[in-house]
Every structure is written in C-alpha cells, then in structure tokens.
C-alpha cells in the first residue's frame, strides 16, 4: 500500500493506516520544526503544530491530484509551522507566549527515604486535588495525560479530542494554573 492509499484509508475512518503515516513522518516533522523559531516556546511547540498540519494533510489528502503524499504533507507541514511562528510574534498572542509549564509542578527530588516518598506521594495527592478542583473533567484529564509524557498525538488518541481541541484544553489549564500559582504565591 503507497503513503497515498494509507493516507485515503486513514481518512475513511483507518487508524493503523493513520498512525503508520504519523510515525513514519514524524521524522519529516521534526526536521521542518528545528529549522524554526517560536517566540515564547519550544521546539516541540512546532512539532506539535506540524504534526497537527500531518494530521490535516492525512485527513485531506486526494490521491487523482497527481501530488505524492510526501509532496503534500511536507507543505502541510510547513505551513502549519511557519504560521504558528508568525502568530507568536503577533502583539495580540503575547499572553500565549507566557506560559507556565504544567509539567514543573511535579518535579520532585529522587531519593530512597521512605518518608520523602511519603510526604512526595501526600503533595502529588494535593496537588491533583487542587487542579481537579479549577480544571473541567476533559482539562483534568488531558493535564495528567500530557504529564505522563505522551504527546498530543497519543493524547487525541486516548481522548478522542482533535487535536485543536486537546491543544486549546492545554493552554486553558496552563492559565488556570498560572492563576493558581499566582494566587498561592500572594
């Protein structure tokens, strides 16, 4: 089966066909995104925009046009990218660009002291008490997901969100818990 035909079955309703594409042009996509800068963000901020453009030119892909599928997705992807660079250095999308990173509410020091994990486990319990109080249930939900490492890919996966979706769930809650801090800290 060419990329063109998994790409045609994926936008059937085809989810191995689907992941195959995004695993195998995941490579493509971090290769556009180091080339790039993000004002206020990472690389992987790109990554994920571009494997957002994967995902649209799978999902839009039509094969009589005579375009292969690496033609197409790697403009797709460009694209994406290069308009998430220009509407980070928009005025407008500043507070986007201050962020605060979810993940750094979990980083805890590693030791074998039983009464550290203890007391670790007791701040992570608080911790997720406290953020499940100001986040919606599918906020809540995609946080932890992304906490545990897996990427918006996986993450529309688990949660059966698009991928706009997942990603304005995100910043929502990165608001939320910028607020939070702000107010813990006052």
């Known amino acids: 089966m060419t990329d063109g035909e998994r790409a045609l079955a ?43 453009g994967l995902s649209s030119a799978i999902h839009t892909y039509k094969q009589e046009e005579g375009v292969s599928f690496l033609s197409y997705a790697s403009v797709c992807v460009s694209r994406k990218i290069i308009d998430a660079v220009k509407n980070s250095q928009r005025r407008k999308n500043q507070p986007l660009n201050d962020y605060v990173s979810i993940s750094d509410e979990m980083e805890f020091p590693s030791t074998e002291d039983a009464e550290e994990n203890l007391i670790r486990m007791e701040d992570s319990r608080a911790f997720f008490r406290k953020i499940g109080g100001i986040l919606s249930d599918a906020e809540f939900r995609i946080v932890v997901l992304y906490m545990e490492g897996m990427s918006y890919a996986e993450i529309t996966q688990a949660t059966g969100k698009n991928y706009k979706s997942v990603d304005n769930a995100l910043s929502r809650a990165k608001k939320k818990l910028a607020k939070l801090q702000q107010e813990d800290g006052e």
């Open 10 to 52: 994926a936008a059937a309703g085809d989810r191995r066909a689907e992941e195959e594409l995004l695993k195998k042009y995941s490579g493509l996509v971090r290769k556009k995104a180091r080339g790039f800068f993000l004002v206020g963000g990472e690389t992987e901020d790109l990554i994920q925009e571009g494997m957002i």
